[in-house]
């Protein structure tokens, strides 16, 4: 991601827009105590934070030939990296390659769950759930790369699928869903230099919040497109007995009442 001196020194500063001035903006120092909190409590229970000696899956690589999950997967479970997306939301169904235009995803270009379209730069990934995790005001540039790798790692690493909060068999779960991760073991080491670079800066964890009701909404989505195609019908039904009814040729004629003796 390329920004101008401009913009870089804009991010140095707090930020006066609409989320500096929101009381539900804080800095990351006040909203969270270290990198284990940050991690654990800004994505619910998806990640759980463990010592930098046991196995724990990257955010980030460079070698994009080998990317490093795969071996942990191997480590936690023993068993060969994954070759089905098992989150679902804007995902594949099974990881394949991608093209040049990869973008800021780069790293799983040979072997990714997202679509190059999907994360091909900072604007489109913060606008596919609805919302920013800029909302309290311009980020340091150190700062959103962290957010940049999160969102990354969450489309396009297969292994994430071994972590989802619900499996195929909990279908009759009322929270069920296909998106959503569960204690996925990330090193400490990585959360405290998270934290570190977004100590200063401005969040507001209702981001988070907004993110989860939207995906609720879409799963909603289905249902209430059922009831309004049905509403649909039943007004061009009602269109069509008014016409005839107007047009003297009813659809439904009432019978003569016999005479009474």
């Given at each position: 991601m390329k920004i101008g001196n401009y913009a870089i020194a804009v991010a140095a500063l707090p930020s006066l827009s609409w989320?500096?001035?929101?009381?539900?903006?804080?800095?990351?120092?006040?909203?969270?105590?270290?990198?284990?909190?940050l991690c654990e409590k800004m994505f619910s229970d998806a990640f759980v934070v463990v010592p930098d000696d046991q196995p724990a899956y990257h955010?980030?690589?460079?070698?994009?030939?080998?990317?490093?999950?795969?071996?942990?997967?191997?480590?936690?479970?023993?068993?060969?990296?994954?070759?089905?997306?098992?989150?679902?939301y804007f995902h594949k169904e099974v990881p394949s390659p991608e093209g040049d235009d990869m973008g800021e995803c780069h790293p799983w270009?040979?072997?990714?769950?997202?679509?190059?379209?999907?994360?091909?730069?900072?604007?489109?990934?913060?606008?596919?759930?609805?919302?920013?995790?800029?909302?309290?005001?311009?980020?340091?540039?150190?700062?959103?790369?962290?957010?940049?790798?999160?969102?990354?790692?969450?489309?396009?690493?297969?292994?994430?699928?071994?972590?989802?909060?619900?499996n195929d068999s909990q279908t009759d779960h009322p929270?069920?869903?296909?998106?959503?991760?569960y204690q996925m073991p990330m090193k400490k080491s990585y959360c405290d230099a998270w934290f570190d670079a977004?100590?200063?800066?401005?969040?507001?964890?209702?981001?988070?919040?907004?993110?989860?009701?939207?995906?609720?909404?879409?799963?909603?989505?289905v249902s209430l497109g059922v009831i309004g195609a049905f509403a649909f019908l039943l007004c061009l039904?009602?269109?069509?007995?008014?016409?005839?009814?107007?047009?003297?040729?009813?659809?439904?004629v009432a019978e003569k009442a016999n005479p009474v003796a």
């Open positions: 989320g500096a001035r929101h009381p539900t903006c804080q800095t990351f120092s006040d909203l969270y105590a270290d990198g284990t909190e955010m980030w690589f460079f070698d994009t030939d080998n990317n490093p999950n795969d071996q942990v997967t191997r480590d936690i479970f023993g068993t060969e990296p994954v070759e089905e997306c098992n989150v679902q270009k040979q072997r990714s769950c997202c679509h190059s379209e999907t994360v091909g730069s900072v604007e489109e990934m913060k606008a596919l759930y609805g919302s920013s995790w800029d909302r309290c005001g311009t980020m340091s540039e150190a700062c959103e790369r962290f957010f940049v790798f999160e969102l990354c790692f969450y489309e396009c690493e297969p292994s994430v699928g071994l972590f989802r909060r619900f929270d069920f869903n296909t998106w959503q991760l977004c100590k200063n800066d401005f969040f507001s964890e209702e981001r988070f919040s907004t993110i989860k009701e939207k995906k609720e909404v879409d799963k909603l989505g039904f009602s269109s069509f007995l008014v016409h005839r009814e107007r047009s003297g040729k009813p659809v439904f």
